[in-house]
């Protein structure tokens, strides 16, 4: 079930939406964005069951009504689901489409709404692609929109990651996505808005969905099924011999670093890495601003952030995370994994050392 009052943080967003939907001032397209796993698939879901349901009370959905219990199963008729997808061993289908994997989709966001693209890569067995959204998912979606709706009430879909979409795909989408069919939605969840194709993103309302606190990451991450606390010790470790060798003028121990990320076992855990790694050098430079009450730094690892933040120069961090976006988009092309990470490796070190 996801109410409002079950989702983790972004009141305000929350309060902005019902505001929204008891106005009757209801976007027909809206986008939110987040940086991963801080809850807009949790905040769409409620607002939609919110628009929906029979007899909400103060300001939440009621969670007892026919439309209420069945989005909680994300079992309503007039609410779809668009995600990346590719082929994989759980479908047969040669041309596949979110509804190919509807059932696993189910699984992971009733029991997660805040899992990442890791997780949901996971979750459909296509760990080692690159999950697409292709022109196939435009009929289908375009298809089911064009039925009279089951319920009286309002047809939903909810598209996640807008930014897997190619041109040929949000082409056939544009005609629908401006002029859909009466009280019909389109709600886009990307974690990357300046990727999003402009005629998509011009179209829609935005809404900015906040970072989480570290209480709050807290309590997602104690939902996530596929949480794993060897993962997390892999990629910290990983990290800090990297960051270790480079502030250290240890190139060929970096570059070793750079080797073993490369050979993780899926391109998606490369990516993976490359967040966390991020999220890392995100956290030195609130060290090196005198934040870092706002870093979300675990008490056993205040050391090693602040031995860090010392030995990094002023505009490391900024070039870094610069340099690790590029990787991720670099490896969603299919770029070979070992040049990328060797040369990651070697504009973090000059960055340091070439001054």
Not at 38 to 49: D, N
Not at 112 to 133: M, V
Not at 191 to 200: A, F, R, Y
Not at 247 to 269: D, F
């Amino acid at each position: 079930m996801m109410r409002f009052a079950d989702v983790i943080g972004n009141a305000d967003v929350a309060k902005a939406l019902i505001s929204m939907a008891d106005s009757g001032r209801v976007a027909h397209a809206m986008l939110m964005y987040e940086n991963e796993g801080c809850g807009a698939l949790a905040l769409a879901l409620a607002y939609v069951q919110y628009l929906n349901c029979s007899s909400p009370v103060g300001g939440d959905s009621c969670g007892e009504c026919p439309s209420c219990r069945q989005m909680a199963k994300l079992i309503h008729p007039d609410v779809h689901y668009v995600f990346p997808v590719n082929k994989g061993p759980k479908t047969t289908d040669d041309k596949p489409t979110s509804e190919s994997y509807i059932k696993y989709w189910r699984e992971l966001a009733v029991a997660n709404p805040y899992f990442t693209e890791a997780d949901l890569q996971r979750a459909i067995g296509i760990e080692s692609k690159n999950g697409l959204i292709a022109v196939a998912e435009a009929k289908a979606i375009i298809s089911k929109l064009s039925l009279t709706a089951v319920a009286d009430g309002y047809k939903a879909v909810i598209f996640y990651l807008p930014e897997k979409m190619n041109q040929e795909t949000a082409n056939r989408l544009l005609k629908m996505v401006e002029e859909p069919p009466e009280k019909t939605l389109f709600i886009f969840i990307t974690h990357s808005p300046e990727k999003v194709l402009q005629t998509i993103f011009s179209r829609c309302q935005s809404i900015r969905v906040m970072p989480l606190t570290k209480e709050e990451m807290e309590k997602t991450r104690a939902m996530n099924p596929f949480d794993d606390r060897e993962e997390y010790d892999l990629f910290m470790d990983l990290f800090a011999d990297l960051m270790r060798a480079v502030t250290s003028g240890e190139l060929q121990a970096a570059l070793e670093c750079g080797e073993a990320v490369a050979g993780l076992e899926s391109r998606e855990k490369q990516k993976a890495f490359c967040n966390f790694a991020g999220e890392c050098i995100r956290k030195i430079f609130m060290v090196q601003q005198k934040m870092p009450q706002i870093a979300g730094i675990a008490d056993q690892e205040q050391e090693f952030y602040a031995d860090m933040a010392g030995r990094c120069g002023k505009g490391f961090c900024m070039r870094t995370i610069t340099n690790i976006e590029k990787v991720v988009a670099m490896i969603d092309r299919n770029v070979s994994s070992k040049i990328l990470f060797c040369d990651l490796v070697n504009r973090m070190y000059l960055s340091i050392w070439s001054r």
